[in-house]
């Protein structure tokens, strides 16, 4: 059984940063794409990043390109998400996902399985 357990999130003030953790547990971590996606309240859920199975390929939302960095830890089954210069519309709930197929890889929330969310909020 998956479960994704996400933590690291909290209030912070604009231009602070915080690194969100995400522990896998249930399957092999190492084949599967890992993701973070987020969810600020009336709106869709939204790509953030993704890292891919390898570990050598790392894509953004072009709205965090430069703040975020996402890492995996295979070995610990463990997917991170390290945010920097913060801003107010970074506030959201924060989602890790893993892929549900080997070697599958989108920026649409389809065809992943999901935690339940950490909140960050960014203060003015």
């Known amino acids: 059984q998956l479960r994704l357990v996400e933590s690291g999130g909290g209030l912070v003030q604009a231009g602070g940063s915080l690194r969100l953790s995400c522990a896998a547990s249930?399957?092999?971590?190492?084949?599967?794409?890992m993701a973070w996606f987020r969810q600020a309240p009336g709106r869709e859920r939204d790509f953030v990043g993704a890292?891919?199975?390898?570990?050598?390929?790392?894509y953004y939302a072009d709205s965090v390109k430069g703040r975020f960095t996402i890492s995996r830890d295979d070995p610990k089954n463990t997917l991170y998400l390290q945010m920097t210069n913060l801003k107010p519309d970074d506030t959201a709930v924060y989602y890790c996902?893993?892929?549900?197929?080997?070697?599958?890889?989108?920026?649409?929330?389809?065809?992943?399985?999901w935690g339940q969310g950490t909140q960050v909020t960014v203060s003015s």
């Open positions: 890292v891919l199975w390898n570990s050598d390929h790392a």
């Open positions: 249930g399957r092999t971590f190492s084949s599967y794409t």
């Open positions: 996902v893993k892929a549900d197929f080997a070697y599958y890889a989108t920026v649409s929330p389809l065809g992943y399985s």
